[in-house]
Structures are given as structure tokens and as C-alpha cells.
């Protein structure tokens, strides 16, 4: 591990460095010292009067956590910086954060409660699979779901807002549960399998819809009903079979 700063919190010490952006210096917290003690963890919002702006890659893979405070001006949570925190049943996001890189949940299977806030523009690869999240809701402000964001989770209806471009591959899929898909004006892209083996009955895509892509809606079984937006570019109709 590297020799980072070290500053003291209840339960342990948070490790960190000071990075530089535009001549401006900020804090990216990269993990806590060994022994840490205590499963309610909570980020500081500055440290000697640094702004804490990121949490790194990696960080708290598979800490015993129970409960997370994220700060205001936090911007961005690295790449499974939680990842495997299985024991986690609730975050809740602070509006200046823009970005959830790749798998940073993945794999909590406990967290069932998050809370997005806006201002949230992107959520990576796997961000939130294999989680227990009952009820979801995104903000409008969010531009691109990556490739498995929510897939396995446990949800039963979602609705998009309208500056959301793309949803990646399998971003929804193997979600059983889930009933209710409200798209809005503005996407563009849906990727292969976003929504396999979900439990939705009805569809009515958007008129911005450009590309619907192989297998986005296979092993809908329930699916009755599916309304295709008029400037859907595919030529093909295996894009949008079910």
C-alpha cells in the first residue's frame, strides 16, 4: 500500500492523498488503516480544509460495513470502491456527486435502499448488480446507464428521465420483478439484453429512440404489448423480439 495521509475518524483512521485539478487541490480517500474498527463509516466532507471530491478504486472492497455517509461535494466513487461490501443496507447520495464508476456496489446484496439525488449524471458497468434494491428511483439529470448497471436486483417498476442517451447491455436484465418500464423523451440507445428476463408487460418506446439492439427485451415472457417509437432506425426485427 502506499504511503498516504492519514486522518482520524471514530472507529479508525481514513487513508488519503491531495490531488491537483485545474490548479485546484481536492482529496481522493483511498481506504482506512488496518484494524480499522467501526461499521458505520463516515466520509468527511474536508480534511485541514480540503474538499473531499472522490473515494478511489478499490477502497473498501469487502469491508464488513453496515452503514455510509457520503459527504456533500463528493463528485465521484471510484471502481468497486464498494464492491462485495455485502452486509451494506442503505446509501445515500449527496446531489454533487456525477459520477459511479464501473462495479463501485457491485455485489452488496444486503443494500436494499439507495437514494440518487440530482445532478447524478453517470452509473458504470455492474454499479449496482447482484444488490437487494427494492425501489428505484432515477433522477432526470442521469445521461448513461452502463452495461449491467442493475442487473439481478429486485425492483418492480423504473422510469427514465429525459436526458438519458443510452442504457448499456444487460443494464436491467434477470430483474423478475420488475413490472413497470416508463421511458421518456430523449433516449436513444437501448443495448443487447438491457431488459432480459424481466417480468414487464407493456411497452411504449420514445420517438427518439434510434436503435433498439439484439435480444433488448428476450425471455420477456410476460410482455403483451410493445410500441414502437416513429423515428426507430433498425431494419431488423430480431432487435426487438421477445
Known amino acids: 500500500m502506499a504511503d498516504y495521509l492519514k486522518y482520524k475518524i471514530r472507529g479508525g483512521v481514513i487513508l488519503y492523498e491531495i490531488e491537483k485539478e485545474k490548479g485546484e487541490k481536492y482529496i481522493t480517500i483511498r481506504g482506512f488503516k488496518e484494524g480499522y474498527e467501526s461499521r458505520n463509516l463516515n466520509i468527511p466532507a474536508e480534511i485541514d480544509g480540503i474538499n473531499v471530491k472522490k473515494i478511489g478504486s478499490h477502497t473498501f472492497l469487502g469491508e464488513e ?65 447482484y444488490t437487494d434494491i427494492q425501489k428505484l428511483t432515477l433522477p432526470n439529470s442521469l445521461i448513461e446507464i452502463g452495461n449491467s448497471a442493475f442487473e439481478c436486483s429486485g425492483f418492480s417498476s423504473v422510469a427514465f428521465g429525459p436526458k438519458l442517451k443510452t442504457i448499456g447491455e444487460r443494464a436491467f436484465a434477470d430483474n423478475t420483478a420488475l413490472k413497470s418500464i416508463k421511458f421518456n423523451e430523449g433516449l436513444e440507445i437501448i443495448k443487447d439484453e438491457a431488459f432480459d428476463e424481466c417480468g414487464v408487460e407493456s411497452i411504449i418506446s420514445p420517438d427518439s429512440l434510434k436503435s433498439m439492439e439484439y435480444d433488448a427485451f428476450n425471455g420477456c415472457s410476460c410482455l403483451k404489448s410493445f410500441h414502437i417509437g416513429k423515428n426507430f432506425a433498425n431494419d431488423s426485427v430480431y432487435t426487438f423480439l421477445f
Request: proline letters at 3%.
Open 65 to 129: 460495513i453496515l452503514s455510509l455517509t457520503l459527504p456533500e461535494g463528493l463528485v465521484e466513487i471510484g471502481e468497486s470502491a464498494f464492491d462485495c461490501c455485502d452486509e451494506l443496507k442503505k446509501v445515500v447520495f449527496p446531489s454533487s456527486l456525477r459520477i459511479i464508476e464501473e462495479s463501485a456496489f457491485d455485489g452488496c446484496n444486503d443494500l436494499a435502499d439507495v437514494k440518487f439525488n440530482e445532478g447524478l449524471e453517470y452509473i458504470g458497468n455492474s454499479a449496482f448488480s
